[in-house]
């Protein structure tokens, strides 16, 4: 499968390093020479210097002969201008475009069809989205969905003071008290498939699968007091703040975004009415307390520079602010700020990243396909969704029955819209959804790779 990447920035390198370890057939476009030279030193991928919006660039591309073509460039109109021509080049192309600004987001919306879009994607939207959901559970780090939001994989991270720390696993249920899988572990940068006798230890990063109804009960047991949350401060006027204010303003929730860019705070202000827009630095902890800090529910660092974001958010952590979210665009030294305490940690471009990667699965994949794809255990791990068809192996064999690769599991089923989180004698059948967890090395590009030969 022939796929063209428009655009080496922060998504295109993600997608890139994603995509050709997955053995498909990548070009990138780029109008930078040492983007280009980067990406053909790292990656086994062929790479065109110019720009992807114009014909003659495409056409050196090969976009004739391409399957799929990303347009994940940092201008809008560039993407939708490349999609535009791409289509003309090649009718049968899919094409995928990463839209961020508000204003085309209902355009784009009734004008796919016009622009030959496939799929669009906005990571700063996609963040907003992921930030609200954390802000109606703080004891989670981070919530992943399945089932159409009926299961989630949830994080926690396990401190010596935790019921949890020091337990088996195999007495997870009588702790919690309620029906959960422990999917995966990260342990000193290690991601951990465990077994039921598998011991947690303090500093223990758990990935736990459960029913989106279980949820409450889960943080209640485990004596993770949370409050809901009234007022939350932004530090920073992104793209990303518009989107949370926006969304969590409207369910009464009082919102303070922090500025230092005058211009971007008169157009935060002229389009958030709800919202308290303050101009002023976020890094300055004077000026944060002043602007009361201390009575928060939750911090959102959310500017345009990592180390920015990490002060910030150990500042609100020192000042005991009861949830804490950073947006880190670069996650290379994942274990360094997992041992930091910044919260909820997020990451757009993997957010981004995983929409995609699902589409082009689905694409080469028509049968047996995932329907949800999520790297989880700092991307040492990844849960996907299946829906269970006719194609697929083993149906009504009990799991224990089962050969499956190693460091692979099957964390739930929904069946009939029962949703069981499985032992050794479950089985799945034809029409019911299967959550996956592999480890990263994995290729689990459809249902019945999972099995061994």
């Known amino acids: 499968m022939k796929i063209i990447i428009a655009g080496g920035g922060k998504v295109g390198a993600t997608l890139t390093r994603q995509l050709s370890s997955e053995g498909y ?64 080049l090649n009718p049968a192309i899919h094409t995928i475009a990463r839209i961020r600004n508000p204003e085309y987001s209902r355009q784009i919306y009734d004008m796919s069809d016009v622009f030959a879009l496939s799929l669009t994607v906005n990571p700063e939207k996609q963040s907003a989205k992921e930030i609200e959901r954390l802000l109606r559970f703080p004891g ?132 958030l009415p709800k919202a308290d827009i303050v101009c002023g630095d976020a890094t300055d902890q004077s000026f944060l307390e002043n602007e009361g800090l201390a009575d928060c529910d939750a911090l959102v660092s959310m500017t345009s520079i990592d180390e920015m974001n990490i002060i910030i958010s150990l500042f609100g952590n020192m000042n005991n602010v009861p949830q804490v ?68 192996k083993y149906c009504n064999v009990p799991l224990k029955d089962l050969r499956l690769k190693k460091n692979v599991l099957i964390v739930c089923i929904n069946h009939g819209g029962q949703l069981i989180i499985p032992n050794g004698n479950s089985c799945f059948e034809q029409g019911d959804t299967v959550i996956v967890v592999t480890g990263r090395r994995n290729m689990v590009m459809q249902f019945n790779d999972i099995f061994e030969v």
């Open 25 to 88: 057939d990548i070009t990138i476009i780029d109008s930078k020479s040492n983007v280009v030279d980067d990406a053909l030193n790292r990656y086994d991928v062929m790479a065109v210097q110019g720009n992807c919006a114009a014909a003659s660039v495409l056409m050196k591309a090969d976009v004739q002969r391409a399957d799929l073509l990303i347009a994940a460039t940092s201008e809008d109109e560039v993407n939708l201008l490349c999609c535009l021509t791409a289509h003309h």
């Open 140 to 271: 989670f780090l981070r919530r992943d969905t399945f089932a159409n939001g009926r299961v989630e994989i949830v994080e926690l991270r396990v401190n010596e003071k935790s019921v949890l720390c020091g337990s088996r696993l195999n007495n997870l249920q009588q702790l919690t008290g309620c029906s959960v899988l422990v999917c995966a572990v990260l342990r000193n940068g290690q991601a951990i498939m465990p077994d039921g006798d598998f011991v947690i230890q303090n500093n223990d990063r758990l990935f736990v699968t459960a029913p989106t109804s279980n949820l409450s009960v889960l943080l209640k047991n485990l004596g993770i007091i949370t409050r809901k949350v009234k007022k939350v401060m932004i530090c920073g006027g992104s793209r990303i703040s518009y989107y949370l204010a926006q969304r969590i303003s409207q369910s009464g929730i009082k919102v303070t975004i922090i500025d230092k860019d005058p211009d971007k705070c008169l157009y935060l202000a002229q389009n």
């Open 325 to 392: 979210i950073t947006k880190l665009d670069h996650m290379e030294n994942s274990r360094v700020m997992s041992s930091l305490p910044l919260g909820s940690i997020i990451n757009p471009r993997e957010l981004c990243s995983n929409i995609i990667v699902r589409y082009v699965r689905a694409l080469k994949n028509q049968a047996g396909a995932a329907l949800a794809v999520h790297s989880i255990a700092d991307g040492l791990a990844e849960a996907e969704e299946f829906r269970i068809d006719e194609s697929a």
